[in-house]
C-alpha cells in the first residue's frame, strides 16, 4: 500500500514562498503528481516528477528525491489566486499499474 | 475548464432514492475515474474503466454501481446510500491507464444523503 503524508496548511503573505513537503512511502514507486484544487472546482494537473530533481514551471517548482521518499512543491512570488488545496499523488509499481495514491492535500492560504 | 463534465454539480437524496451521476469526457481518453472526496481525506478511487471495461473495483459498497456505455460517458448508480456517503464524487479521465498520463478530472458533484 501506500502512505502520503504532507501538513494540513500553510499561511503564507502575497509576493512570498511557500513550500509544500510530501513524504511517502509505498511498495513501489512510479512517478509523483502534483495537483491545485480550488475550494469547489475539479483538481487541475500542475507537475510530474519520476526522476530526482527539480522540475521549473514559471512560479512553481517540483522537487523529488526517490531515496528519500521525499518531494516539495515549491510556489514563489504569491499571489491571492494560489489559495487553494495542493494535492500529492503516488503511482505505484506494479504490473497494470494505474492507481494515484493521494495525500489529503494541503490547504494554502494567501494573505494581502 | 478540463474537458470533464459532470451532472448534476448537486444532489440531495434520500436513503431510499436512486439517483445516478453522469460524467463526460471531451478528450478523447481511453481511461476514465470515479473518485470519492471526503473532508480532511485524501481522494479514494472507487472504480477504473479502460475503453469501457472495468479493471479496478476498489473494494466499493455494491449500492455504488458504476456503468461505461462507451469511452466518453461513464455513469455512478447509487441506491440505498447511508449519511456516510455524502462526499464530494469526482470523475476524472486519461490518455490510458497505464504511462504517466496525469489525470483530468471534473469539478465534481457534491451528494448529501439524508
Known amino acids: 500500500g501506500q502512505n502520503i503524508d504532507q501538513p494540513t496548511e500553510m499561511t503564507a503573505t502575497e509576493g512570498a514562498i511557500v513550500q509544500i513537503n510530501c513524504t511517502y512511502q509505498?511498495?513501489?514507486?512510479?512517478?509523483l503528481f502534483w495537483y491545485q484544487q480550488h475550494a469547489g472546482e475539479a483538481p487541475t494537473f500542475l507537475s510530474y516528477?519520476?526522476?530526482?530533481g527539480l522540475e521549473e514551471k514559471g512560479r512553481f517548482s517540483s522537487f523529488l528525491s526517490r531515496s528519500k521518499g521525499y518531494s516539495y512543491l515549491l510556489l514563489k512570488e504569491l499571489q491571492m489566486k494560489d489559495s487553494a488545496s495542493y494535492l500529492c499523488?503516488?503511482?505505484?509499481?506494479?504490473?497494470?499499474?494505474?492507481?494515484?495514491?493521494f495525500g489529503a492535500g494541503t490547504t494554502v492560504t494567501v494573505r494581502a | 475548464e478540463t474537458g470533464v463534465t459532470q451532472t448534476p454539480r448537486h444532489l440531495v437524496m434520500g436513503m431510499t432514492n436512486k439517483k445516478s451521476l453522469k460524467c463526460e469526457q471531451h478528450?478523447?481518453?481511453?481511461?476514465m475515474y470515479w473518485y470519492k472526496q471526503s473532508a480532511k481525506k485524501p481522494l479514494e478511487l472507487m472504480f477504473v474503466?479502460?475503453?469501457?471495461?472495468?479493471?479496478e473495483n476498489n473494494s466499493v459498497p455494491s449500492r455504488f454501481s458504476p456503468e461505461c456505455p462507451n469511452s466518453s460517458h461513464l455513469f455512478l448508480h447509487l441506491h440505498t446510500l447511508q449519511p456516510e456517503d455524502s462526499a464530494l464524487y469526482l470523475c476524472?479521465?486519461?490518455?490510458?491507464?497505464?504511462?504517466?498520463?496525469?489525470?483530468?478530472f471534473g469539478p465534481g458533484t457534491r451528494l448529501t444523503v439524508t
Open positions: 476524472a479521465s486519461s490518455q490510458d491507464v497505464q504511462g504517466t498520463y496525469e489525470q483530468y
Open positions: 516528477n519520476v526522476l530526482d
Open positions: 474503466y479502460s475503453l469501457e471495461e472495468r479493471v
Open positions: 509505498t511498495s513501489g514507486f512510479n512517478g
Open positions: 478528450l478523447g481518453h481511453n481511461a
Open positions: 499523488a503516488v503511482r505505484g509499481l506494479r504490473s497494470n499499474d494505474y492507481k494515484l495514491s
